[in-house]
């Protein structure tokens, strides 16, 4: 199993463009999401999904589209980057219900210039 | 927010235990005390959880006071490559979902 992937691995927008960022996980997990993680400061969730055709917010939504059309992927859509998207960003994926382990996969880094 | 307090650094001689503590004194009844951890900028990898019951793995053990208030992980032989930021959660329970709130966590420098 290849995990949690994410692509791209580094990203430099300009201010106002847009752009996805790509999820994909082969464990066939239900539950998926998006963290965004800013120097010094511990991991924020922005948007999950219990499973495809279903999405939800998260604690920091704004500026930031999610959709679940599959079980593997889970895409994250900054519609107009703003430099205060600069960051770095996660994807998670676990089984959905009881107490199962989240899988992180290796980040996205973020810069809008 | 976050729902832990733990000490925002520590340090630990290779080879010695090191023993990390958190807070969770409004933790609820259902609520599970998750450890991960964060190797330099890498993304967070599981480590353990538990509910009331002290738990152990091939990574760690995690104790749990009886009144769930507090917890500790335990890495019983510390190595170089265990010097990351260390991430207690209390998984918040809303109907099903997997939420995890992370806080600052503590950075564990373990010292040749």
């Known amino acids: 199993n290849a995990g949690v992937t994410q692509t791209p691995k580094f990203q430099v927008l300009k201010t106002g463009q847009s752009m996805t960022l790509q999820c994909a996980q082969d464990?066939?997990?239900?539950?998926m999401s998006w963290y965004r993680q800013d120097p010094g400061m511990g991991l924020r969730l922005i948007h999950y999904?219990?499973?495809?055709?279903?999405?939800d917010q998260g604690e920091v939504p704004n500026g930031y589209n999610v959709s679940r059309s599959t079980t593997e992927d889970f895409p994250l859509r900054l519609l107009s980057a703003a430099p205060s998207q600069t960051s770095v960003y996660f994807c998670?994926?676990?089984?959905?219900?009881?107490?199962?382990?989240?899988?992180f996969g290796p980040g996205t880094r973020l810069t809008v210039t | 927010d976050a729902k832990t307090t733990q000490p925002p650094s520590m340090d630990c001689a290779e080879g010695r235990a090191a023993n990390l503590p958190c807070n969770h004194s409004?933790?609820?009844?259902?609520?599970?005390v998750y450890w991960y951890r964060q190797i330099h900028s890498q993304g967070p990898q599981y480590i353990i959880h538990?509910?009331?019951n002290n738990e152990t793995n091939e990574m760690a053990s995690l104790i749990i006071t009886e009144d769930r208030k507090s917890s500790t992980l335990i890495l019983p032989h510390a190595t170089l490559r265990d010097t990351a930021v260390y991430y207690c959660?209390?998984?918040?329970?809303?109907?099903?979902?997997?939420?995890?709130?992370f806080g600052k966590g503590t950075k564990l420098t373990v010292n040749p």
């Open positions: 998670a994926s676990s089984y959905a219900g009881g107490s199962y382990e989240q899988y």
């Open positions: 464990m066939n997990h239900e539950y």
């Open positions: 999904s219990v499973g495809a055709g279903i999405t």
């Open positions: 409004t933790i609820s009844g259902n609520e599970y």
């Open positions: 538990g509910l009331k």
């Open positions: 959660i209390v998984r918040v329970d809303q109907g099903g979902s997997e939420k995890l709130v």
